[in-house]
């Protein structure tokens, strides 16, 4: 359980939500944004695996539980300003993150990839 030292590091917006930035571990590659709850984050916390909360559903959802591309956990960082999470993962299944079964939900490139297009390949990580 996080204790409200940790609580009150963190900054979240007045419907209580952090935005969530998950990353592949090893790559770097940026997978996903998502947004977590206080409960969300202690439910991450607890199965070491992701947990998010749906404004649109407005409940938990524990990332990959039906598709089986869950997200195993291994780091959990918070900005310097506290509004917002870094959540280092592995993603597992088929390795795909976004609900359009692409691997990252970062697939277009502005302004070619507007239509819906996918990119070709990844950009290369920053060195």
């Known amino acids: 359980m996080l ?30 944004v998502a947004w977590m709850d206080a409960p969300a984050i202690e439910r991450t916390l607890q199965l070491g695996e992701a947990v998010f909360y749906s404004r649109s559903r407005q409940e938990q959802w524990h990332k990959g539980a039906t598709s089986g591309n869950t997200q195993r956990v291994l780091d959990l960082r918070v900005d310097c300003d506290g509004d917002v999470l870094l959540v280092l993962v592995d993603q ?6 976004c609900h359009t079964g692409q691997r990252s939900c970062f697939h277009r490139r502005l302004p070619d990839g507007a239509d819906g297009s996918p990119v070709d390949a990844a950009p290369p990580p920053a060195t």
């Open 3 to 32: 204790t409200d030292d940790q609580l009150d590091v963190l900054a979240f917006d007045d419907r209580g939500l952090i935005p969530a930035v998950v990353q592949q571990h090893d790559t770097g590659e940026v997978l996903m």
């Open 92 to 97: 597992q299944g088929d390795g795909v993150a």
